[in-house]
C-alpha cells in the first residue's frame, strides 16, 4: 500500500507561481512513474505531465513551457512548478504514481487532490 499526500496548492493571481509538491510513502515499492493531473469543472480529468523513474518527462501542450514537473528520489517525493499561471489553470490537481510492488503487480495510486485557483 502506497500513500499519497499532496500540498501547495492555493489561490493565486494570474501570472503567479506555485509548487505542488506529492510525497509517496508506504510498504515496499519501486515507482515506475509519477504525475500530476487535473480536473476542473464540467471536464475530464486530464493527464498535465509525468514523469518516469528515468527521469523522462511529458507535458501537455497546454502548459509546456510554463509547468516544470521533477523528483526528488531520496524523498520519493514528485514536484510540479507552476508558472505564468492563468484562470485556466484552475482545477484540483492530482498526484498519480504506478508502482511495482514486492510480487511484482503494477498499482496505481492517487493522492487526495489540491485546489489551485487563479484568479484573473
Known amino acids: 500500500q502506497v500513500q499519497l499526500v499532496e500540498s501547495g496548492g492555493g489561490l493565486v493571481q494570474a501570472g503567479g507561481s506555485l509548487r505542488l509538491s506529492c510525497a509517496a510513502s508506504?510498504?515496499?515499492?519501486?515507482?515506475?512513474?509519477m504525475g500530476w493531473y487535473r480536473q476542473a469543472p464540467g471536464k475530464q480529468r486530464e493527464l498535465v505531465a509525468s514523469i518516469t523513474s528515468g527521469g523522462s518527462t511529458n507535458y501537455a501542450d497546454s502548459v509546456k513551457g510554463r509547468f516544470t514537473i521533477s523528483g526528488d528520489n531520496v524523498k520519493n517525493t514528485v514536484y510540479l512548478q507552476m508558472t505564468s499561471l492563468n484562470p485556466e489553470d484552475t482545477a484540483v490537481y492530482y498526484c498519480n504514481v504506478v508502482v511495482v510492488n514486492s510480487y511484482s503487480v503494477r498499482i496505481n495510486y492517487w493522492g487526495q487532490g489540491t485546489q489551485v485557483t487563479v484568479s484573473s
Open positions: 508506504g510498504s515496499r515499492f519501486s515507482i515506475n512513474a
